[in-house]
Structure formats: structure tokens, C-alpha cells
């Protein structure tokens, strides 16, 4: 990097390689920069006289960057939000706990570990804000990485990504199965079997959530196939208002269900089904560096899982 600078390397120049690596055409890369094309085509040509390599090479309507060009946007983009990022800490180092956090949480977690958080942070941080995104994991690991996120708590992907990020486990996640409160299981001899519970209509997020992988491999390991007829929704909504006006039945976090079973309309069935998501934990993005605020939050995350094993 030290040579790249005595070359002459310059903001303007890490500007132009990590939009053109976001928007592969210079057009659109010099709009983001706010500046005419003419004056991105003599800021790449500086670069490729800079690096000494072709930077870009034009493809169709629009470019692709070269291996060597490549590399240097994917380093630039990250020297760019370190920038930010610094801008962002000293900020806050200067009006105190404040600002803006972003955290990300899947549905049970949501519920057991950010609501709380979120209650003490207002007295820990009033002036501080929350933006909490509740998701999948799969879209809360991009959402960190694209830096959407400052942290999330979700599960670590099993494929060679999972290197991307720093993880600390929490545990699994217990899941329970819901029908409205006169439903006719209810009446059943408990523990409920699972015969008893394939005669009903399922309601499920899509093929391949990792909720219904869960549910299916139980009932695959216990030599059993899976419901005959499901609802397929990825909306919490609309599960829990199909579950309260029939006889269909879900799976669901457990620490959902408690909460939308305070008050009588929806019940949690005893059954001989052993029901838990793998394992989930805070993720960062690796070797990121939370700002002070952000640091906090996560902080006080750590604080409320020990509480929960402790209690």
C-alpha cells in the first residue's frame, strides 16, 4: 500500500474502483462519484498507470474488472468503510453513547434477547437508536457483510463463507407446535403423537427455511414423511391468523409462541416431537470494529444471555 501511495494513489482513485466493482459500468460508477465520465475515464487511467495492469476491460454494455483491478476495489470498498466507520466512532466519541445501531435478529432471539436489550438500552443510552431487522439468517449474514448490520444473531453458514465473519454461539433455538385453543388435539391423551398430528393441515415457511428442513428431518428420523398438505407462508401473520381460524397447526420459536400464547387464543401442544434449530450466535463481520454505541449494544446482548443461563 506504502508503494501505491508513492505511486500516487489517492481517495478519488479508491472512490472509482469500488464503484465500478458495485456498478460495472463507468457511466453509473461516475454518477455515484458525482462527477462527468471524462473525468472517471482519466481517474482509471490513472489507476492502470498507478498499478501498472490493465484495471478494467469493457464487456457487452458495461465492464468487468481485470484480476489486478479487481483486487483493489475489493480492498478500496473496505478502506472506504473503515473511513466511514471512523468518521461514524469519532462522532459518537464526541456526543457520547449516541447514534444509530443496526442489529439483526432471527424470530426467537428477536424476542428472548433483543426486546430486553432494546429496554435497557433506552436507560443505558437514551439517546441512542435501535434499528432492529428481524430475518432469516442467510439475509441477516449478507445484510452484516454488505454493512447493512453492525451485528446480527443468527446462525453460521456451513460452507467455506462462514470465514467472513467473527461468531460467538449463544445455543439452539426450541421450537414448539401451536393450535387455537379449542382445537381437538387439545383433548387428545398427551404426550401427542405424531400420527395424530399428520392428520392435520401443517402451516410452514417455504421448502428449504431452515425451520421446515428442521421439522421434516425430525419426522424423517423418527420414519416418518412429511404433512401431507401444507400451507407454504414465509409471513409470521398469516401463519398465526391461519392457526387461530382452523384446524391447521404450526411450528414456531417457543419463545414466539409464549408470547402469542399469553392470552389464552393460541396454544402450545405437549408432543413426542423434540423440536430445536441448530445452533445460532452473534455474528460480525471478521475483523470488523464496532463503533462505540454499536459496542455497547452488543455488550449488553453478552450480558443477557449470561443472565438467561444463570437463571
Known amino acids: 500500500m506504502n508503494d501505491l ?11 472509482l474502483a469500488a464503484a465500478l466493482m458495485a456498478d460495472g459500468k463507468l457511466t453509473d460508477a461516475a454518477h ?10 482519466r481517474l482509471a487511467s490513472e489507476i492502470e498507470a498507478i498499478i501498472d495492469a490493465p484495471f478494467y476491460r ?8 481485470t484480476a489486478e483491478g479487481r483486487a483493489l476495489a475489493i480492498r478500496a470498498d473496505r478502506i472506504l468503510n473503515e473511513i466511514g466507520d471512523a468518521g461514524r466512532e469519532i462522532d459518537e466519541l464526541r456526543r457520547g453513547l449516541t447514534g444509530t445501531v443496526a442489529l439483526g435478529a432471527v424470530t426467537g432471539p428477536a424476542i428472548d434477547l433483543v426486546l430486553p436489550v432494546v429496554r435497557h438500552a433506552r436507560i443505558d443510552m437514551p439517546d441512542a437508536q435501535i434499528e432492529i431487522e428481524v430475518a432469516t439468517s442467510d439475509h441477516l449474514r ?3 457483510l454488505d454493512r447493512r448490520l453492525d451485528f446480527a444473531i443468527a446462525r453460521l453458514p456451513d460452507d467455506a463463507s462462514a470465514s467472513q465473519f467473527d461468531y460467538m454461539p449463544i445455543g439452539i433455538e426450541p421450537m414448539s407446535i401451536i393450535a387455537r385453543r379449542d382445537h381437538p388435539l387439545l383433548r387428545a391423551k398427551t404426550p401427542i ?8 393441515d401443517w402451516v410452514m415457511p417455504p421448502s428449504g427455511a ?3 428442513q428442521t ?15 401444507v400451507l407454504n407462508t414465509s409471513s409470521f401473520l398469516l401463519t398465526l391468523a391461519a392457526v387461530g381460524q382452523s384446524n391447521a397447526i404450526a411450528p414456531i420459536a417457543s419463545a414466539v409462541a409464549q408470547i402469542f400464547g399469553a392470552d389464552g387464543q393460541i396454544k402450545t401442544l405437549e408432543t413426542t416431537m423434540n423440536l430445536a434449530v441448530d445452533e445460532f450466535g452473534i455474528l460480525t463481520r471478521a475483523g470488523a470494529h464496532l463503533t462505540p454505541t454499536a459496542d455497547r449494544v452488543r455488550d449488553l446482548v453478552n450480558d443477557m444471555i449470561k443472565r438467561n443461563k444463570t437463571a
Open 5 to 15: 501511495l508513492r505511486k500516487g494513489m489517492k481517495i478519488n482513485h479508491l472512490r
Open 32 to 41: 455515484t462519484l458525482g462527477i462527468a465520465q471524462p473525468a472517471a475515464s
Open 58 to 65: 469493457r464487456e457487452g454494455r458495461g465492464i468487468a474488472l
Open 142 to 144: 449478507d445484510m452484516v
Open 193 to 200: 403423537g405424531i400420527e395424530r398430528l399428520l392428520g392435520y
Open 210 to 212: 431452515i425451520l421446515r
Open 215 to 229: 421439522v421434516e428431518r425430525s419426522l424423517r428420523d423418527l420414519g416418518h414423511a412429511p404433512p401431507a398438505r
